[in-house]
Nanobody
Framework: QVQLVESGGGLVQAGGSLRLSCAAS????????MGWFRQAPGKEREFAGT????????YYADSVKGRFTISKDNAKNTVYLQMDSLNTDDTAVYYC???????????????????WGQGTQVTVSS
């Protein structure tokens, strides 16, 4: 059983930064694809970025590219989402997701991930 627990959300002013964490447990994650998604009120869940655990390669949505950075700590089985230059459009619940089998492509669709965390709220004030 894979468990994902996000933390680090909160209230921040526009232009500020936050770092989200996703602590993973239950299996060895050496071959996983990990994703970050977000969902604003009244909107569909949106892809933000993904990382391949084995290689560390990352891919980002255009809306966050250059502002968000995904990294991982193998020893802690934790993936991070560093968010800089935040704006009010970044306000959403942020979710961590996992797929146990890495793909030859970057997973950007929510339905390609089988495990999800509970989400953490990020609110950016103007």
């Amino acid at each position: 059983q894979v468990q994902l627990v996000e933390s680090g959300g909160g209230l921040v002013q526009a232009g500020g930064s936050l770092r989200l964490s996703c602590a993973a447990s239950g299996r060895a994650f050496s071959n996983y694809d990990m994703g970050w998604f977000r969902q604003a009120p009244g909107k569909e869940r949106e892809f933000a970025g993904t990382i391949k655990w084995a290689s560390g390669r990352t891919y980002y949505a255009d809306s966050v590219k250059g502002r968000f950075t995904i990294s991982k700590d193998n020893a802690k089985n934790t993936v991070y989402l560093q968010m800089d230059s935040l704006n009010t459009d970044d306000t959403a619940v942020y979710y961590c997701a996992a797929n146990p089998q890495t793909a030859s492509y970057f997973r950007t669709r929510a339905n390609s991930y089988g495990y999800w965390g509970q989400g953490t709220q990020v609110t950016v004030s103007s």
